[in-house]
Antibody, heavy 121, light 107 residues
C-alpha cells in the first residue's frame, strides 16, 4: 500500500525555521515526482513545490511565494522527502501535505494526512 | 502563470442527482488536469488524472472530460459520501495551480 506520512509541524515564531519530513512507503521512491501542497485555515489548496524523480536528478521547482525561503530535498536512504522552511511568515500558517505521482507521471496521485505549521508570535 | 477557475463555487443537490462541475484554464493545458475531493478536516483524495482517467479504487460514478481549456467533473448519482469540496489542478507547467474549489452540499 502506498503511504505518505508527514512529520515536523509545530508552532514557530515569524522569522524562524522549521523542517518537515515525509516518509514514503509502498512504491519505488526514486521513480516518482513528489510535491508539497499547503492549505491555509479556511482556504483552498496551494502548490508549494516539487522534487522531480531521480532520472531528472531530483531537480526542484517552487511557487513564487516560497522561492528563496523554502528548500525541498530527498534522502534516498530514509525514503524521505523534506521541506526546509526558513524566514517563516504568518501567511505560511497552513496544513502542509506531501504528495506523490504514481499513475499520472507528473500529476498528484497520493496524499499524506498533513502536518500543521503555525507561524505566530 | 496558468489560472484555474471553477464553476459554480458551490451547489446544493439531492441524493441521486447528477452533478457537473466545470473547470477552466486560462490557456491550453492539453489533458494535464486532475480532480480532487476533500472532506472537512481530511486530506484531499485524488479522483481523476489526465482529465479523464480514474484513479485506482475510485468508483465509476465519477467521470472527467475535456481538453485544452475546458473540463468537467461529473458525479452520475450523488450519494451522501460525495458531499465535499472538489478542486481541479493543472500540471502542464510551473507553477502548478489549483482551482478555488466547488463545495457540494445537501439540498
Amino acid at each position: 500500500e502506498v503511504q505518505l506520512v508527514e512529520s515536523g509541524g509545530g508552532l514557530v515564531q515569524p522569522g524562524g525555521s522549521l523542517r518537515l519530513s515525509c516518509a514514503a512507503s509502498g512504491f519505488t521512491f526514486s521513480d516518482h515526482y513528489m510535491d508539497w501542497v499547503r492549505q491555509a485555515p479556511g482556504k483552498g489548496l496551494e502548490w508549494v513545490g516539487r522534487s522531480r524523480n531521480k532520472v531528472n536528478s531530483y531537480s526542484t521547482e517552487y511557487a513564487a511565494s516560497v522561492k528563496g525561503r523554502f528548500t525541498i530535498s530527498r534522502d534516498d536512504s530514509k525514503r524521505s522527502l523534506n521541506l526546509q522552511m526558513n524566514s517563516l511568515k504568518t501567511e505560511d500558517t497552513a496544513v502542509y501535505y506531501c504528495t506523490s505521482s504514481i499513475s499520472s507521471g507528473t500529476g498528484v496521485d497520493v496524499w499524506g494526512q498533513g502536518t500543521t505549521v503555525t507561524v505566530s508570535s | 502563470d496558468i489560472q484555474m477557475t471553477q464553476s459554480p463555487s458551490s451547489l446544493s443537490a439531492s441524493v441521486g442527482d447528477r452533478v457537473t462541475i466545470t473547470c477552466r484554464a486560462s490557456q491550453g493545458i492539453g489533458s494535464s488536469l486532475a480532480w480532487f475531493q476533500q472532506k472537512p478536516g481530511k486530506a484531499p483524495k485524488s479522483l481523476i488524472y489526465a482529465a479523464s482517467s480514474l484513479q485506482s479504487g475510485v468508483p465509476s460514478k465519477f467521470s472527467g472530460s475535456g481538453s485544452g481549456t475546458d473540463f468537467t467533473l461529473t458525479i452520475s448519482s450523488l450519494q451522501p459520501e460525495d458531499f465535499a469540496t472538489y478542486y481541479c489542478q493543472h500540471y502542464k507547467s510551473y507553477p502548478l495551480t489549483f482551482g478555488p474549489g466547488t463545495t457540494v452540499d445537501i439540498k
